[in-house]
């Protein structure tokens, strides 16, 4: 494995901060400095545009359009990327299924659907958890029966991000119920315009609408859409969880909001000066900088266990818990920072001009992040069934 | 990269487990002092073995290594509970001169040091200064051929065994570094132990006669010594809290799994097993922000990132070294069982190196350029 010099490593990270500051639209810069989400349209824009470069999908094969960079430089490219202040790339479609089609797919699956993911034709949203399968997706229940070549899927699938948004979802269903619930699990490709399917928002108790619950009334899959054999689906959603451990620690995005709550703090003033001079707020401020410090090297650790061992095992688990606990003190201090200016809904801040509901920085939209955020806590494995892991495989309790 | 040990510093690491395995039984020398353990054979041992002077310039005779191996024998002796004059001699006085600009009594001192055949110490703190080192008060006067020293410094420690003693002072208007040899008359060193077994002094000085060529260093060149000895000192006090949280929740692990209560072992509860994997998940990012403070010490011996990785192991060290007490229940109370020296220890080091909102003030201001 070769080994950026810091010349390189520097002169990358120039062209790519040079990259975001020509190419993102202003509009698209704030939108991410307040933590919020990239609409639909902007995003595939976005996107082609990083195709248009050669970076739509750094981690896949050239062959695909892909760059076959090293772990590191791949690291450093999306840590610099969220650092400037891009738009995330649209996991689903890059992260997710990419990797899957790429290990697991079928030649003819590949020339099908990866040129799209790639391009965003198709947006691509993930069905795993079940009204009754969370933390336990291994009981799902969503059955796919063999009739001919299709199947025909019946049940539902919840917490569907940006369902709303999808034209096809890759998704877990029951193809055996006689064996080992992990051994009757299969990987369907399903067209979300399919006859029965139906998707309804569920919203966040702040009001965003990033869920949604699918409903599958006898839809017809065909057959060669099942990525694997059958019954092998489990595997196969097990390694893609394996793409995402690393980014799960939420690193860029926690230095990010910090470099957010300085410039709130400094901005923000109470009678005897700014906040950031109060010795209590400047201990907070402290702290959390230290533990976003102590994020930063974990994660350049994992990457250095990815490296040399190919894997990070249960550390995953660690990373996990500590990025989503770091990111919600930032964001709560962001929060508490703000006061009276962090009050206003969304709604409100996108039907006033600023000064109206901000008297200091720059506060707009702070608490739908602080919010946001209680999810990723509950989110591909809760920070319970993190804990359960870790004393499982680590601790050997 | 160097987040993964060398084969080289997994080697010392080895080789120093080894020797406190065989050398340091923690609860026969619960009551050694720091001082005291200069005597002994480990000390020697670890001399002989050219492990005391790691860190120390090849010039002067030292092992010319890193902070990342500096580190691997604090976490070690703070995994291992040893009480030593290590952290005064070697990592305080010893990077201090190290920083200091060359000259015969510098270089004389280094190497001596590097041989072992001298122990030093660092007298920085000052009444009514918190843990600023760049507050001084102690004052260096010309007089006639030679300069008289005064002022009291607090916390020192091993100082009652130190031959010289490093002492941060003012000299026409600014910072300097002189030595002073611990004989010399007007020096009182008043010791008492500390909470944790550390060997400490109060050091009055009181027109102490001091020679020029003990000016170690003066002004800017005086705080550079300083800042990278201080930067050093908490590099090790977060790398032997460290190690103290290792040994302490390693311990706490083993009797989990054979403490019975209520007809099961007590490591089967879910509430003790969160708790466990929160302390793991805490050393996780403990381990990270020691080993990226190393190599940043390695190329800027002041680095902030050092004062990041204290003001982590103060709160860190304190959570698991008293969860470590609370999971063994009434025999974690105990002298005999030995676990709450853990917790002793990692307290008084926050207490030399100052608490996580001071270390944590330093590392934000360094953010701030």
Known sequence: MSIMSRQEEGRFREEIREFVASEVPEQIRLKMAQGRDASRAETIAWQRKLVAQGWGAVHWPKRWGGTDWSLEKRFVFEEEMALAGAPGVPAFNMRMLGPILLEYGTEAQKERFLPGALNMDQWWCQGYSEPSAGSDLASLRTRAVRDGDHYRINGAKIWTSYAQYADWMFCLVRTNTEVKKQKGISFLLLDMRSDGVSVEPIRHFYGAHILNQVNFDDVRVPVDQRIGEENTGWTTAKALLEHERLATSRHAEARRKLGRLLALAKANRDRSGSLYERPDMHARIAHLAVQVKALEYATRRGLEMLIQDGRIGVFASSLNLKGVAINQAVDEAILDVAGIDGLAADSAYDEHPRDVLNAGGDARYVAESRYYLRGPAIAAGSNEVQRNIIAKHVLDL | ?369
Request: hydrophobic residues 45%; contains cysteine.
């Open chain 2, 1 to 369: 990269m160097g987040f993964i040990p060398t084969e080289e510093q997994q080697l010392i690491d080895d080789t120093v487990a080894r020797l406190l395995d065989k050398q340091w039984d923690p609860r026969r020398e619960m009551n050694t002092q720091s001082s005291q353990m200069a005597g002994g054979t480990l000390w020697k041992e670890l001399n002989e073995l050219g492990l005391l002077g790691l860190a120390l310039p090849e010039s002067a005779g030292g092992g010319g290594m890193g902070p990342a191996e500096l580190s691997i024998l604090c976490r070690r002796f703070g995994r291992h509970q040893v009480r030593a004059p290590f952290l005064a001699s070697q990592v305080l006085a010893g990077t201090a001169l190290a920083h200091a600009p060359a000259g015969p009594k510098r270089d004389a001192l280094l190497a001596q040091l590097a041989g072992g055949a001298v122990t030093l110490t660092l007298a920085t703190l000052e009444s009514d200064a918190g843990y600023d080192h760049r507050l001084i008060e102690a004052q260096a006067s010309r007089a006639g051929d030679s300069l008289s020293l005064s002022g009291c410094k607090r916390a020192v420690m091993d100082a009652g065994i130190a031959e010289h003693v490093l002492v941060s002072c003012r000299l026409d208007d600014a910072p300097a570094l002189l030595v002073v040899d611990a004989a010399s008359s007007g020096l009182r060193v008043e010791s008492y132990a500390a909470f944790d077994g550390t060997s400490l002094a109060t050091v009055y000085l009181d027109a102490v006669a001091v020679s020029d060529d003990a000016i170690l260093a003066r002004g800017d060149a005086a705080l550079t010594a300083l800042d990278a000895a201080l930067a050093a000192g908490a590099l090790a006090a977060a790398s032997e809290t460290l190690g103290a949280c290792e040994g302490a929740l390693e311990r706490t692990l083993d009797y989990l799994r054979i403490r019975e209560q209520f007809g099961t072992v007590i490591g089967r509860f879910q509430a003790l097993q969160h708790r466990a994997a929160d302390l793991h998940a805490e050393l996780e990012m403990l381990r990270s922000l020691v080993a990226g403070a190393c190599q940043s010490l390695a190329e800027n011996p002041a680095h902030g990132d050092a004062y990041a990785a204290l003001a982590l192991a103060v709160p860190v060290g304190d959570h698991v070294c008293r969860e470590a007490i609370q999971m063994h229940g009434g025999i974690g109370m105990t002298q005999e069982l030995g676990i709450g020296r853990y917790l002793l220890r990692v307290n008084a080091l926050s207490r030399l190196f100052g608490d996580a909102a001071h270390n944590g003030g330093l590392y934000l201001a360094t953010l701030e350029v």
